[in-house]
């Protein structure tokens, strides 16, 4: 797995990491599941 490192201010951090954590939450007891997320951020 390739990982790089971007940076961006807090508040774009802030706002990927609460969607994120709203996908997980909705996954609990569900019949899917999440396989990788993609987040690409432009300049």
Do not use: F, P, Q
């Amino acid at each position: 797995m390739r990982s790089s490192v971007v940076s961006h201010d807090a508040t774009t951090c802030t706002a990927i990491m609460e969607v994120v954590d709203r996908w997980t939450e909705a996954r609990e007891g569900s019949d899917w599941e999440i396989d990788g997320i993609v987040i690409k951020l432009t300049a």
